[in-house]
C-alpha cells in the first residue's frame, strides 16, 4: 500500500524527519541484499534508535495494515530482508552497542547491529569466546545471524547461533516489547519463545537485545588442508575422521572450481593445486594443549591415507592460516564475481554427502547446467552454487527451477532438509512442501497469526505461495 502523508507524519512525529526516508536512492540501497540481483524498495525506510521507537512504528503499521521489514545488514542470501510489498522497512543499524561483557557470567548483552567480527573480537580480549563464524562475519550483524540462525565454519565442534542466545528482547508486530526467557544456562519455564525467535527469520518480531552465553577462549589450532584426487571420495573422509574418534573444530569442503575461481579472485593467496586435484578438505582441531592437537592431527593423517589424496599442507604460521581461511570465506564472493548464481543451502546427516554430491551432479546433467560446491561438510552443509554460463533466459527460468526441486527432493530423501543456515526467505519458500507436510506447515502458519494476526511483520516470507 501507499503511505500516505497523514502516515507519514505519525512515523516522522516517531523519529524525526533526521531518521525517515523517501528518497529514491536510500529506498534502492536498502530494498536489496545479497540473493541473486533482487531489489525491492520500501516505500519508506526508518532507522529508530531503540525498542521503544520500533514499538512506536510497529503500532502505526499494525493499526493501518502495512506490511513491515525488519533490515539488518543485507548481507542474506534467502531474500529475507527484501520489502517484496513495499511498504516500511525498518533498518536497526543504530542499535550497535555491546551493553555488557559480563566476564563472571561468560555472558554479553549485544544490540542486533553489531557485527559478528567485532563481537568476537572484544569478547577475545576479555579471555572470551563467541565461537559462531559465518563467512561473512566481517560484515554480517549479530541480529541478523540471530534471524537466520547463522552457522559457520566452527558450527561442527561448537553448534550454531541457537546454542548461544539464552534471551532476546522482542518487539511483537503488534507493538508490546517482551524479553523471551531468562539469563540463565538452563530453562523449563513455559514454552521456549527464545528458541522459537531464533530463525524465525524477522517474521514473528524483531529484535532489539541478545544475551548470549560465551566460552572460555581456545589458545592454539593446527589447520590442514588436504587436497583429493576424487571429490566424493573427500566427502567419504569426512564420516570417516568423526568415526575414528575426531571431532574437528572446522571441517570444509570445496570442489576444484571453488579453489580455482577463488585463487584468480584472490591474486595473493598463493595455493597451488595439482592439475589431478578435483576437492578440498580444510581441517582444523583447536584446544589448549599443543601436544594433544598434534596427537589428533596425526590420527587425522591416519585416516586420509585410506584415501587417493595429494600432499597435505600444514598451516606453519597465523599469516598462513589466515590465508587458507581468507580462501575458504571468498568462495561465495569469487563465483558471484563468475557468473550469474543461484545458491542453495543444503543440509544432510554428513555420511550421506557423497550421495548429495553425486546426486547434484547427475541432476544438472540431466538439466543442462553446472554447479559449484563447497561448504561445512563436517556438518553436512553443502552449499550449491548453480552457475548460469552460457544458459539461455528460458533454461535459467524453466529448467533450473525444476532441478532445484529435484535437488532438494533427494536432500530431503537423505534425512536432510532445505537450509542448514541460509533460511528459507523469499528464494526458498515454494520448496517448503517438499520437507514439511501440509499439517505441519499449517501449524506454523497458525503461529505466525498468533505473533501477527495482521501479517504485518515481513510477509510473503517462508510459506509457500497459495498456502
Request: proline share 4%; glycine share 8%; aromatic share 8%.
Amino acid at each position: 500500500m501507499q503511505i500516505t502523508p497523514e502516515i507519514l507524519q505519525k512515523l516522522t512525529d516517531i523519529l524525526g524527519a533526521a531518521f525517515v526516508f523517501t528518497d529514491q536512492e536510500t529506498r534502492n540501497h536498502y530494498g536489496h541484499d545479497e540473493t541473486e540481483d533482487y531489489v525491492f524498495p520500501p516505500n519508506v525506510v526508518l532507522k529508530p534508535a531503540n525498542a521503544q521507537e520500533i514499538a512506536a512504528i510497529l503500532k502505526v503499521a499494525n493499526d493501518y495494515k502495512i506490511p513491515t521489514t525488519p533490515i539488518g545488514a543485507r548481507t542474506g542470501l534467502s531474500g529475507g530482508a527484501l520489502c517484496i510489498y513495499q511498504g516500511i522497512g525498518v533498518s536497526t543499524e543504530r542499535l550497535n552497542k555491546i551493553i555488557t561483557i559480563d566476564e563472571q557470567n561468560l555472558q554479553v548483552v549485544v544490540e542486533p547491529a553489531v557485527i559478528t567480527q567485532v563481537l568476537r573480537e572484544a569478547v577475545a580480549e576479555k579471555g572470551l569466546f563467541y565461537p559462531p563464524d559465518p563467512s561473512s562475519q566481517g560484515s554480517c550483524w549479530i541480529g541478523g545471524n540471530v534471524a537466520e540462525n547463522a552457522g559457520g565454519a566452527r558450527a561442527v565442534k561448537y553448534g550454531v547461533t541457537k546454542d548461544y542466545v539464552l534471551n532476546l528482547e522482542v518487539v511483537l508486530p503488534t507493538g508490546e516489547i517482551i524479553w523471551t526467557g531468562a539469563n540463565t544456562l538452563k530453562n523449563s519455564t513455559g514454552y521456549n519463545l527464545t528458541q522459537l525467535m531464533v530463525g524465525s527469520e524477522g517474521t514473528l518480531g524483531i529484535i532489539t537485545k541478545i544475551v548470549m552465553k560465551l566460552l572460555p577462549k581456545v589458545n592454539h589450532n593446527v589447520l590442514m588442508l588436504v587436497p583429493f584426487y576424487n571429490a566424493t571420495q573427500a566427502c567419504e573422509a569426512v564420516s570417516a575422521i568423526f568415526r575414528a574418534g575426531i571431532v574437528p573444530s572446522a571441517l570444509e569442503f570445496m570442489e576444484r572450481d571453488a579453489i580455482d575461481w577463488t585463487l584468480k579472485y584472490n591474486s595473493n593467496i598463493n595455493v597451488n593445486v595439482n592439475e589431478k586435484v578435483q576437492a578440498h578438505l580444510l581441517i582444523e582441531v583447536d584446544g589448549n594443549y599443543p601436544e594433544i592437537l598434534m596427537q589428533e592431527a596425526e590420527k587425522i593423517m591416519t585416516v586420509l591415507e585410506q584415501f587417493e589424496i595429494d600432499e597435505v599442507l600444514f598451516a606453519d604460521t597465523e599469516d598462513q592460516k589466515n590465508a587458507l581461511w581468507k580462501m575458504r570465506r571468498s568462495v561465495a564472493e569469487a563465483v558471484k564475481a563468475n557468473s550469474i548464481y543461484k545458491e542453495e543451502d543444503t543440509v544432510v546427516p554428513r555420511y550421506e554427502l557423497p550421495k548429495l554430491l553425486k546426486g547434484i551432479k547427475e541432476i544438472g546433467a540431466k538439466y543442462g547446467f553446472k554447479s559449484v560446491c563447497y561448504g561445512h561438510a563436517g556438518d553436512g552443509n553443502l552449499h550449491v552454487n548453480i552457475i548460469k554460463g552460457t544458459m539461455s533466459d528460458e533454461d535459467w527460468n524453466t529448467k533450473v527451477t525444476n532441478g532445484i526441486r529435484e535437488i532438494f527432493e533427494l536432500t530431503v530423501a537423505l534425512k536432510g532438509t532445505l537450509s542448514g543456515e541460509h533460511g528459507i526467505g523469499l528464494v526458498q519458500k515454494n520448496y517448503m512442501d517438499i520437507a514439511f507436510s501440509k499439517v505441519h506447515l499449517e501449524l506454523l502458519e497458525r503461529i505466525k497469526f498468533v505473533f501477527d494476526p495482521n501479517n504485518i511483520l515481513n510477509p510473503g516470507k517462508i510459506f509457500p505461495d497459495g498456502l
